[in-house]
């Protein structure tokens, strides 16, 4: 019940959105509509939390074998969190922005979510498929309708990058699907094939590449910078608070537990390219002059050590996965909300031109400092959590022979990290006002009480990360007892 | 049987319509009833009422297959006449004649999708060409009209002698026109049936438009009055499939094994010339010619694969196909401006419009929870299906892909570029006639199975 609402509220308050004729009333219906979902969000998590109320089963094409299944194990009520408690703060931290067509705006908003809720909980491969393309859709009508000034070549880049990943996962799962006893799509069919090693290995990168260019994992990440550069902050903040999660998740769900043996044969290249995706984004980040495509690259380093411990193959690394996942969904939020306060006020991203705005704007400066931190996983946030632990799964995985090699590597990467991110709050938030920054004001007080929202779970989830640890616990335990080690 | 003896006679009625009435609307209406009356006695044969007995010595056989093929095909001419009939009635003044053309066209789809025998394939492709070249040239004061046509004509009738050829070649080998004598014994391909095979899978490659033998499209297409280019393109090139599966199913599934590596690089060429050559088009109708042989690629893993999910899949194909495509024309034959420019900020001025192009175009494009995505759906995993295909399956998304290109090309003048606004015929009826087809495309897209269960749910009589 609760997984059904939380995809059918945003779909049909989405499609009225479109009808809706003023601006102010179809942007309080979104936000009425987010908060609604977050609150049955919330329900399944506290009072509902039982396997009774977190699936779904009907008919849907009885002959191809597929089912309208859809049920919420601890990831997917997580990931189902994750995106019903941002799309609010999204909807709040944008609230001053106007769009021409505001009502489409939100109803393609409200839709990408329905799609996304629906990636998070569905156990049929087709279903998964369906919901995957769903959110795709609004996302590219959104970025290439709302966006900056290349918004509809770099749009289409993405569109394409992602539609040609997704056809290959198609295929594979068509394949996956004739080779089940039972002729079926169901996600429980699918743990139970028996493939060839053969088999395996190419049906992985088939599979694969779909959820490499969401993540993005190098060399797949091209179209990645432009789309966040380009997109309206809201949508920026939708596509990298929530949807990169949809790669992640993705091989999590349907890649390693289903070709478990390929997983394990392609461990150490997707680790290698991880590796490499991450120095060289961080490298690049440390040029970048642009808030936008810093953060972005960052987004890049950050998903790479998601991606690697993945492949590690260990309960300690699996489990800061979970728990990263979440946590680089809020704090990258809250990177895009300062980011874009900062691009409203002063109608500029360049690094360069901005300085001493801590002098401006005290409180803002506090949050982003505390959000900055998290970003580079210092203890006591919530990243930290997150990378401690996915850093010792790595060290001491048995997956790989290389796993020294590789938290050597995503360590280097760390180190980077901090320095372009400490360079960054250095150069914008402190030092002497420019021209422009020298009639900066403090944010407004609808944006510092969503960015203390955010600092607020920052702290909370690092201090006590047991909960959302054990909210996990039982998706990573099944998901590590069906990979492979040789 | 309903279908071929009534389509021929309300043919006859629609041209005698002219003599009585003048006024094009009258002859519209009529034509629209007569449509009506079509579909309902084919769906009345489907369940088993037949208007007409007659011993036809098992020369058509009258399967749920044909049946709903036909009655698919009947409905999308309905829309066809419903949405696009008054822009018949701009092409010249006989309309009569128009409408009695298509209904004998009909006729001889409803031929093509119940032979039994090679005769009759003939006498179907015959009675669906001919007055399709007249169609093609009935806009006589337009110059590329009569030279698509001649074309049309004169290639046309080579591939028709194409296929009496390779008929008479089986004929010879096999002493019988009778499909199922001529799929008994055939395990090995003599010289002769082999010849006879390749030449009757050529001249049906020539009707589908499928690479090599698809350079008439274009032209054709282009040439002819933009309401028939929409028929062409949709009822008559399924109605093609329906024979083409009929003929390779009935006659040579046994020896699919040795020619299906033909069939196999037949499919490849026709996706990638289809898809790639779409791209550089500067005009929409040009383009969607090119589409038409692209989404013919498609309907080919039919017949590449030939089993049970391939027949479902084209008959999944050719009714997402044909109504997506049948949106299309419909919108685009109201454009003054037949290039991606004309179609600038259409969203701004005639939102219904642009909004169910986009639904027909992500159809066409393969987007789920369109009907297109599940018909590509059915075609993959028919060729997966089948086995020793994955090289063409991959060909055929990475091809899938390419065609995003040009239809989101038009999706991306609809909405994110600004245009002049443009008078554009759209009352009412239209825009609920166009959003009808949009539902059913997305109905088709999230419920497949409502239609493709039709295929078994009645009995075979």
Known sequence: ?486 | MNAIVLSAVLGVVMMFSGIFSQNKDVIRVTAIAAMIILLITNLLELNGFRLFEFNTHNMLVFDTFGLLFNSVLFACTLFFMLISGKDIGHVGNNVAEYYALIFFILCGVAIVSSFNTLLLLFLGIEIISIPLYILTGSDKRNLKGNEASLKYFLMGAFSTGLMLMGIALIYGAKGSFQMDIIAMGSGQLTPMITAGLLLLMFSMAFKVSAAPFHFWTPDVYDGAPTVFTSFMATIVKAAAFVGFIRLFEGSFGDTQPQWRLIVAIITAATLLIGNITAIFQQSVKRMLAYSSIAQAGFMMFAIVSLNERGREGLLFYATAYCIATIGVFAVLIRMRDYTFEGFNGLSRHHPTLAFTTTVFLLSLAGIPATAGFMAKFYMLSAAVGAGELLWLVILGIICAAISVYYYFRIIQAMYFKEGERQEIDSNPSFRYLLAAMAVITLLLGIFPEWLVSKLYYFVDI
């Not at chain 1, 998070?120 to 966006?147: H, K, N, Q, T």
């Not at chain 1, 902050?233 to 949809?246: E, F, Q, R």
């Not at chain 1, 699996?318 to 809020?330: P, T």
């Open chain 1, 1 to 486: 019940m609760i997984p059904v609402l939380l995809i059918l509220i945003p779909f049909l308050t989405g499609i009225i959105s479109f009808f809706l004729k003023n601006e102010r009333i179809a942007r309080g219906w979104s936000l009425l509509s987010a908060l609604i979902t977050f609150a049955v969000s919330l329900t399944g998590l506290v009072f509902l939390n039982n396997y009774e109320y977190l699936h779904a089963d009907a008919a849907w094409m009885p002959a191809l074998g597929s089912r309208f299944s859809i049920a919420m194990d601890g990831m997917g009520q997580m990931l189902c969190l994750l995106t019903a408690l941002l799309f609010p703060v999204i909807f709040i931290a944008t609230w001053r922005q106007t769009y021409t067509r505001a009502n489409s705006f939100y109803g393609l908003m409200l839709l990408a979510q329905a799609g996304l809720m629906g990636v998070f909980v569905s156990v049929d491969a087709l279903l998964f498929y369906f919901f995957w393309e769903l959110a795709l859709i609004p996302a590219y009508f959104l970025c290439s309708r709302w966006g900056g000034e290349k918004r509809i070549q770099v749009t289409f880049k993405f569109f394409i990058y992602t539609f040609v990943g997704s056809l290959f996962m198609l295929v594979g799962l068509i394949y996956l699907y004739t080779r089940t006893p039972d002729q079926s799509f169901a996600l429980t069919s699918f743990y139970n094939l028996h493939l060839t090693h053969t088999e395996e290995s190419w049906l992985f990168w088939m599979i694969f590449i779909a959820f490499a260019v969401k993540m993005p994992v190098f060399p797949f990440h091209t179209w990645q910078p432009d789309t966040y550069e380009q997109s309206p902050s809201a949508v920026t903040m939708v596509l990298s608070g929530i949807m990169v999660k949809m790669g992640i998740f993705g091989v999590i769900r349907w890649l390693a537990p289903v070709l478990s043996f390929g997983t394990w044969a392609w461990g150490d290249t997707v680790s290698v390219l991880s590796i490499i995706g991450m120095i060289y984004a961080s490298l690049i980040a440390i040029q970048q002059d642009d808030l936008k495509r810093l953060i972005a690259y960052s987004s890049i380093a950050h998903i790479g050590l998601m991606a690697l411990a993945i492949f590690a193959t260990n309960d300690i690394s699996m489990q800061g996965v979970m728990i990263q996942m979440f946590s680089h969904g809020v704090n990258i939020t809250g990177m895009w909300i300062v980011v874009d306060l900062i691009e409203r006020q002063f109608k500029t991203r360049k690094i360069s031109e901005l300085g001493g705005l801590a002098q401006k704007a005290p409180v803002l400066a506090i949050l982003l400092v505390i959000i900055a931190l998290a970003n580079i996983a210092l203890p006591l946030t919530n990243a930290f959590v997150g990378e401690f632990l996915m850093f010792s799964g790595v060290f001491t995985s048995a997956a790989s022979k290389y796993s020294v090699l590789f938290a050597a590597g995503a360590g280097i990467s760390i180190i980077l990290s901090a320095i372009y991110t400490l360079n960054m709050i250095q150069r914008v938030f402190y030092g002497s006002t420019t021209t422009l920054t020298a009639r900066g004001k403090d944010a407004g007080r609808n944006e510092l009480w969503i960015l203390s929202v955010i600092v607020v779970l920052i702290l909370v989830v690092g201090v006590f990360p047991k909960p959302m640890l054990s909210l996990t616990l039982d998706t990573v335990q099944q998901v590590i007892s069906r990979m492979f080690i040789q």
